[in-house]
């Protein structure tokens, strides 16, 4: 009788053994299944979304996103903070058709960040070539290019640090004037122009 009491006991054992590995294993599942169904719903509810002119946008870690004709369009700035500037700019893809562009700025006016922004987001048709508009001894080695420069086969963009701030196009020269965040701004809004929001 001894080995059967062993038996029984080995088996009870066992059992509580494997009920307890099961609890462990459901309490685990339990608890990412709560964690996944909470960043869910936490997710749904920290999205900012914005529609301007029928176009949604939502706010991701890099700026603001929406689609037009099944096209991308990224912004900086939510598109409602760009309503109220205006900029008379038409035919601005001119500036597509010409055989080389260039990108004019100085580097003291320290709008890198403002031609970056530019460039990335604006879908030129080629990079466009490193200038200044200003014959300076930091600009050296780059070819000196200004609106003078510009016609139906050269595109002159130029960045230009200023108090005042204002983007203006005369031909194939596109000029953006003024501090990092407003140029930053006024190409968001010149990105809306160029895709008809």
Do not use: H
């Amino acid at each position: 009788m001894k080995p059967v009491i062993e038996e029984e006991k080995k088996e009870s054992f066992f059992n509580k053994k494997k009920i307890f590995v099961i609890g462990i294993g459901i309490f685990i599942i339990g608890i990412m299944v709560l964690s996944v169904l909470d960043l869910s719903i936490n997710n749904s509810q920290q999205t900012e979304k914005v529609t301007y002119k029928g176009i949604n946008f939502v706010k991701t870690n890099n700026g603001w996103l929406g689609y037009k004709d099944d096209k991308p369009v990224y912004l900086v700035y939510s598109p409602l903070e760009t309503a109220n500037i205006t900029m008379n700019i038409n035919n601005i893809e001119l500036l597509s058709l010409t055989s080389k562009n260039y990108l004019s700025s100085l580097p003291e006016d320290g709008l890198n960040e403002a031609i970056s922004s530019f460039i990335n987001r604006a879908r030129l048709q080629r990079t466009p070539v490193s200038a200044c508009y200003e014959d300076i001894k930091s600009c050296a080695d780059l070819p000196i290019k200004t609106c003078e420069d510009a016609d139906i086969s050269t595109g002159v963009i130029i960045f230009k640090y200023s108090n005042e701030t204002k983007v203006t196009l005369a031909g194939t020269c596109l000029t953006f004037e003024g501090e990092i965040s407003d140029l930053i701004k006024y190409t968001d809004k010149l990105i809306l122009n160029i895709d008809g929001v």
